[in-house]
């Protein structure tokens, strides 16, 4: 199982990035998959996720209204997306991709990909 997150960048507050979390070694469409976020001093958080059975999805307070997940299993894609709008400074963190048993918690997390650093600064 591995994940591999991209699409990270440094991006001015009120603007947008798209990551990017490609699988391999298993199906995204039978897993829910977490986006997951650490600041430095902070604690790694849920910041949004999505169940494998009907794609029913979870956001933290914090982005709700900002950020969407996605996922794309068709043909040979295996991926799941996070869509992040109207940044933030305090959006500024590695950003990590998992494969989540249960409720979007760090502790419940199986496997995790490499993060992508998003810095929001102007």
């Known amino acids: 199982v591995q994940l591999q997150a991209s699409g990270g960048g440094l991006i001015q507050p009120g603007g947008s990035l798209r990551l990017s979390c490609v699988a391999s070694g298993f199906t995204t469409e039978y897993y829910a998959i977490g986006w997951f976020r650490q600041a430095p001093g902070k604690e790694r958080e849920g910041v949004s996720c999505i169940n494998s059975r009907d794609s029913s999805t979870y956001y933290a307070d914090s982005v709700k209204g900002r950020f969407t997940i996605s996922r794309d299993n068709a043909g040979a894609k295996n991926m799941v997306y996070l869509q992040l709008n109207s940044l933030k400074p305090e959006d500024t963190a590695v950003y990590y991709c998992?494969?989540?048993?249960?409720?979007?918690?760090?502790?419940?997390?199986?496997?995790w990909g490499q993060g992508t650093q998003v810095t929001v600064s102007s």
């Open positions: 998992a494969t989540v048993r249960g409720f979007c918690l760090a502790s419940m997390v199986d496997y």
